[in-house]
């Protein structure tokens, strides 16, 4: 294979990369609408093209479902884990999308720009998640988090939002930077950049326990904890969800999230298996320390945002659980729950949004009161709230029980115990939220204001004046350094994501059969495993 | 052929109907919601035959296939009257509701929505046979409890239920991790996870592992009832909570962590069990006598009743930890009773507070007995039951649990615990005379009850009595259940602890082996299992549960010319029920 290699250009198996093409080929396409003139064109049919691409990459990758096998020489790998990823991947790009509707994000960046580069994110999560290959792992890494960088500050008025974008792209780097040097001292160690050619250089040679590996092996666990913001790598975590605009803030949450996690399992249960001696303690005691800090500090948030940034350090760390105990059930099991995090993220970004462009802000006191206001939101962000805390009925409760079991059955039952008490005390914020969206709603708070000026630095700082405003195109006003005023946005996209994924919360913790038995094909990937 | 599913779902799926018709009226849908829960429960108990096979009306379907976990249901000798308990509770505060401000209250449909949640979830977590169903429905159980009182509830109501539900979720997670592993642990290897009680009992938990799993389990027990040391919760939650709710939260939830040591964790676990029984048999002494001086001393009447269910539910632990089959029954016909008494006194409480115009402060009290000459009547039949006074059902549970003690434990324990009994006819007729009799306080309106409200509190005195007249049905129908139940544990606790038990009731020694999962087998093929195996030697008690057999092969041999052995023989070789019957009867009367 290698001399075929250097000799010719290596076989290209279209359909087999079709699913990422689809990706890039709507991000050309949607770059050059964008460029029309014609208000039809940038505010309708952007999106519905970026939609249709996203649409059309989940197809693709669900016709190419029986493959199994690798592309251009080993580079990506075409099986049920990279596919399932590129469809998790989708849903939450076309979620981002819907929720992009009528946001000031894309206006202020311009719609072809804005949505081109999701896809081009998109489509580096989908490289990410299927690379074999050190080289294309590198490539997809940094073709995903380039244009969120940009994205993150694309909201040019705000200062938050620049903030944002820079302090994720020097973490960011930093990141990268660490996962580069890993990749090149395990480079150093085995002189392979396949995964599987890495895996069979640390058997054969016994490099279990080799000096340069192992500093390669940290470097790399270091660098994916950034990106998949696993304490006490998550620092930035907080400030970037909170200063991004919300529906990137929800692309990053689950599309990174999703990439992230699949490369953890590749990488780890892959390439690196033969040095899970050394890995193993070192990524269990990440994951306790993520659960415990991520839920710990979500404890005292106000900020809906900040508080979903800390809860996903926590739900980071549960679902390393899976990559930890280096077993199919494990890989399964973070699948799933990786999925699952997909659609209850979803469904709360959703009602996030929402409020936030009727109060202006995303404190959780703009939550007061919506049972009575918008019983539909209050419900799919109660449903959220506590599928992501794991009650039973939920989606959620099927996950964390399938991770357990899966610690348990790997011999990692502390683990299991960590994640529970973990759990336990997301209970009080999680149920803080839903407590607030059931209670009596603040004084003068009755009819649903539609336009605010609010100040974005002071989230708590509400408006209580309400205007008026004529129901038609959106707008925006900018008042003062920092006050955005969003008038008349359109909430409908967000009620019927709203629905859609709250709906799928339930019905997925009470028939998860299907998507049980689809995960499970993702065996197939990981056949070095038990 | 009665469904199980059907009463399971029926209050969840009348509460969501209540969503669709006007507020004013979604209290009568969840009204009758309940009533047709309650009767179909009825025809369920009716229906059960004592003596028949161990899991009746069994469901058995697949759920989450990848991990092993299955949508199983039976109605078995322990859970048929807590079933019955539930569904009187339940449509007993769904009534109470639909005449005060929480039935009228423009949200109502909330309400009743999440009790008929709650009332499928307590229902699936009685009678669910597979483990981790029986997890998913007691950790669901509690959060409809959780909106109910954050949008209804007094004072600083989100704070106090949150802390509630934390404290309660510290052992029920913990209990998920347990049962997971029970699942795992107990699966020989090559064989794939049945989460199915009777087949982890089967296999058997290695004995290595039995001491942290029982503790967890017990940790979720323990809070939810709860017991001494983790009771933080109890205060702050019931001030908290609406009564008609509470009612209803205090009598019938804290029974399902009562059932939950006699059908998960004693069965599954008996070598964990012997080992730290102790531990939880000394909790549920302090528990009594702590929460028994707490009632004592408090003056509110919502606290006296909080402690007082804490003491109660120790004397229960006890029973059930007693490791004997009369302390257990007894534990069973207690919880019942408790139950039942409960839910009367809450109403009297909510009686009482509305003639001092809200204050439920014992001080504001009194002068009820002159100016509400009925209700005070009602009143002191509940505080009977709240007393254990002879004559009521609730002095038989504790005669039978305490004897359970005296007999399985050590006497001192009995007799400590025997304090709790005098203590709770002192914190009982302290808070019917500072409401009925004592000088009238400052704000009390001189006022009878409403008509319905007296008309409510008549049903649990009537059940009151009932149960007082036949508390022989009760303990007939979990007999053979709670033997089944312990007699594992006992064995790990020492040949003689079982000895001692088979002496009293030879009968007992047909129930050791577990029983398959399933309504065709009748507990006849199961019993006739150790008569065929005599070989087995006494000594291997250690390996598998089924040993005790031994030793009780040898009983019912020399006690054959009892008479009632004999009346048994002919059952096990054919499936006749009455003839199995008849033998407990004896065995009652004993008593």
Known sequence: ?530 | MLHLSILLWLPAAFGLLGLLVPSRSARWVGLLGAVLALALSIVFVLDFDAGGAQYQHVTDTTWISALGVRYQLAVTGLNVWLVLLTTVGFAFSMAWISFTELGTHERAKHVVLHLGIAQSAVLGALLAQDLILFVAFFDLMLIPFFFITAQFGNGDRVPATIKMIVYTLVGSLLMLVAAIAVGVLATPSGQSVSYNLAEIAARGVPKGSQGWLFACFAAAFLVKMPAFPIHGWLADGYKAMPLPILAVFSGVLSKVAIYGFLQIALPLLPQGTADLRWVVLILAVLSILYASSLALTTFNARLVLAYSSVAQLGFITLGVMSLRPDGASGALLQSVNHGVAVFGAFLAVAILSKRTGGSEDLRDMGGAATKAPIFAVLFVVVTYAVLAMPGTANFVGEFLILRGAWEGTAPGLAIVASLGVALAAVYALRLFIRGSHNRVGPTVEPREGTRPELALLAVPVILIVALAFHPQQTVDAADDATARSVLPAAARVGESHVEKILRSDPELARLTPPAAFSSKAAPAAAAVTPAAEPATSGSASQSDPATDPNTGQQVPSSGGGAGTTVQVDPSTGQPVDPSTGQPVQTEGAGR
């Not at chain 1, 590129?86 to 849903?91: A, Q, Y």
């Not at chain 1, 890993?182 to 895996?199: C, K, N």
């Not at chain 1, 029980?401 to 973990?422: H, K, N």
């Open chain 1, 1 to 530: 294979m290698i001399e075929l290699a250097a000799t010719k250009a290596p076989h290209i198996d279209w359909a087999g990369i079709s699913s990422l093409l689809a990706l890039f080929a709507g991000s050309v396409v949607v770059l050059l609408v964008g460029l029309l003139r014609a208000r039809f064109a940038r505010h309708t049919l952007v999106p519905a093209l970026t939609i249709v691409a996203f649409a059309a990459s989940i197809g693709l990758a669900i016709w190419q479902w029986d493959e199994d096998k690798s592309l251009m020489s080993g580079a990506l790998a075409l099986d049920p884990l990279a596919l399932i990823g590129v469809v998790g991947i989708g849903v939450a790009g076309i979620a981002a999308v819907l929720l992009s509707i009528g946001a000031t994000a894309p206006r202020e960046a311009a719609h072809g720009e804005y949505h081109a580069m999701m896809l081009v994110a998109a489509a580096g999560a989908a490289m990410f998640v299927g690379a074999q290959n050190l080289i294309t792992t590198f490539l997809g890494l940094e073709l995903l988090s380039i244009p969120l960088y940009v994205l993150s500050a694309t909201e040019l008025h705000r200062r938050r939002s620049l903030e944002s974008g820079l302090k994720y792209l020097i973490v960011g780097s930093v990141g990268s930077a660490t996962l580069l040097y890993g990749f090149a001292l395990i480079f150093g160690a085995t002189g392979e950049l396949d995964y599987s050619a890495i895996a069979n250089a640390v058997s054969t040679q016994g490099l279990g326990d080799d000096p340069l590996m192992l500093g390669g092996v940290a470097m790399v666990v270091v660098g994916l904890a950034f990106k998949a913001s696993v304490a006490p790598f998550h620092q930035w975590t907080p400030d970037v969800y909170e200063g991004a605009p919300t529906p990137v803030t929800a692309f990053m949450a689950t599309a990174t999230k999703v990439a992230a996690l699949i490369a953890f399992l590749r990488l780890f249960d892959v390439a690196l298996i033969g040095t899970s001696n050394a890995w193993g303690p070192a990524l269990a005691a990440l994951a306790s320390i993520a659960m415990i800090v991520g839920n710990v500090g979500a404890l005292g948030q106000s900020s809906m945002k900040r508080l979903l940034a800390f809860s996903s350090v926590a739900q980071a760390g549960y679902m390393l659980v899976g990559v930890v105990v280096g077993t199919q059930l494990g890989v399964q099991a973070t699948v799933f729950y990786v999925l699952t995090y997909v659609v209850m993220t979803v469904a709360a970004f959703a009602v996030i949004e929402a409020a936030e462009r009727e109060t202006g802000h995303d404190g959780v006191s703009a939550l007061a009161g919506l049972g009575r206001r918008k019983p539909l939101h209050a419900v799919a962000l109660t449903l959220s709230m506590l599928g992501l805390a794991g009650v039973p009925a939920t989606v959620g409760f099927v996950a964390k029980l399938r991770i357990v079991q899966s610690a348990a059955d790997g011999g990692y039952t502390w683990l299991a115990i960590v994640l529970v008490v973990g759990s336990m005390i997301s209970f009080v914020y999680y149920l803080r939220v839903v407590a607030q969206l059931w209670s009596d709603a603040p004084a003068g708070a009755e009819v649903a204001p539609r336009t605010q000026a609010v100040e974005v630095e002071r989230p708590e700082a509400v408006a209580t004046t309400t205007v008026a405003a004529e129901a038609g195109t959106p707008k925006v006003a900018v008042a003062g350094a920092g006050t955005v005023v969003v008038a008349g946005a359109t909430q409908l996209p967000m009620t019927v994501l709203a629905v859609v994924a709250g709906a799928a919360i339930v019905v997925l913790g009470v028939v998860p059969g299907p998507l049980m038995t689809v995960v499970e094909d993702v065996a197939r990937a990981v056949p070095g495993l038990f």
